[in-house]
């Protein structure tokens, strides 16, 4: 195409192309999607047996968000005599989050997560994806879905079992920004004693079962799972621990776990651990051998960056 209503195009012509040709792609696949989702959801209610006391009041209508758009959808409520709050037993078949689909509830979260702030996330969505959700509603989202990871993890599941030669489990601390109501009272390192962050735990438990052509390892494909937590270091290790009995920590071959050398890290995976081989990752020995450089030969020295990377 090499001509625009019989004009030459220009960059903001063609930008205006793109976005028509998107905006005509999602109209039928948002109706398509809210097809399915709403014969579904018919499915749902039809095989929906009630608790003893539910009763139903009858269809109501839902604005769902989607990838696609907004779409309305008609399912069933039931009340209970006595109780607060109603039920949908099509929005948690369904996977609704605050009224958004699965995949439109994660990708707020991932852009959520971002620490610059709900507004830059709210104007990424609208620019990527055409995706017109608010600051506040992207807050709302991930505090909700937070409430239910966090439940998750936590969650009582029985042992796994592992035939994993190497499981590896990793942690590590960092501090991340929050409100000043959620830093009330906690010390940091700012001139007059206040904190701007808070501290958080995350830790990840994974396999390997080869390695590639130099022997070194491979972690195996997806086999990553998450845990974090706010809470005290003596908190958060049964947690990771938790995680890694469920993946079947008891029954892999050897166990490593990866940190960055902090003593508190290492008390705990004394602790948790006990049988595991400590290892502080790769990036963490770089930092260290880097500062031994540096005592050296100084920051600026012509062969440093050899030496750090020998």
């Known amino acids: 195409m090499t001509h625009f209503g019989g004009q030459t195009p220009n960059g903001l012509a063609v930008q205006q192309l793109e976005v028509l040709v998107r905006t005509a792609i999602f109209k039928p696949a948002n109706a398509l999607v809210q097809c399915l989702l709403q014969q579904a959801a018919d499915r749902v209610d039809a095989a929906y047996q009630p608790a003893p006391g539910q009763q139903c009041k009858g269809r109501v209508c839902l604005q769902v968000g989607g990838l696609f758009g907004t779409f309305p959808l008609e399912r069933d409520y039931y009340y209970h005599e006595g ?33 610059t702030g709900y507004q830059k996330a709210e104007r990424h969505l609208a620019e990527t994806g055409a995706i017109q959700v608010s600051a506040r509603q992207i807050q709302r989202v991930v505090q909700r879905v937070g409430q239910d990871a966090q439940v998750w993890q936590e969650r009582q599941d029985p042992s796994g079992s592992c035939d994993a030669p190497v499981m590896y489990v990793s942690a590590d601390g960092t501090g991340v920004p929050m409100r000043a109501e959620e830093l009330s009272g906690r010390k940091g390192k700012q001139p007059d004693g206040t904190a701007k962050t808070r501290q958080v735990y995350l830790g990840c438990v994974f396999t390997q079962h080869r390695t590639d052509e130099e022997g070194h390892p491979v972690r195996d494909y ?67 051998a880097g500062r031994v450089l540096d005592a050296l030969l100084g920051k600026k020295h012509s062969e440093r960056k050899v030496r750090l990377r020998r």
């Open 83 to 115: 109780k607060k709050h109603g039920h949908y037993p099509a929005d948690a078949a369904l996977g609704l989050e605050v009224g958004y689909t699965p995949a439109l509830a994660r990708l707020i979260c991932l852009e959520g997560a971002d620490e």
């Open 222 to 288: 997806e086999s990553t799972t998450y845990v974090s937590s706010f809470q005290s270091i003596d908190q958060f290790g049964p947690i990771l621990r938790r995680e890694a009995l469920r993946r079947g920590l008891a029954t892999a071959g050897k166990v490593v776990l990866l940190i960055d050398g902090a003593t508190g890290l290492g008390n705990m995976g004394k602790d948790c651990f006990k049988d595991s081989v400590q290892s502080v990752d790769f990036y963490h020995a770089l930092e260290h």
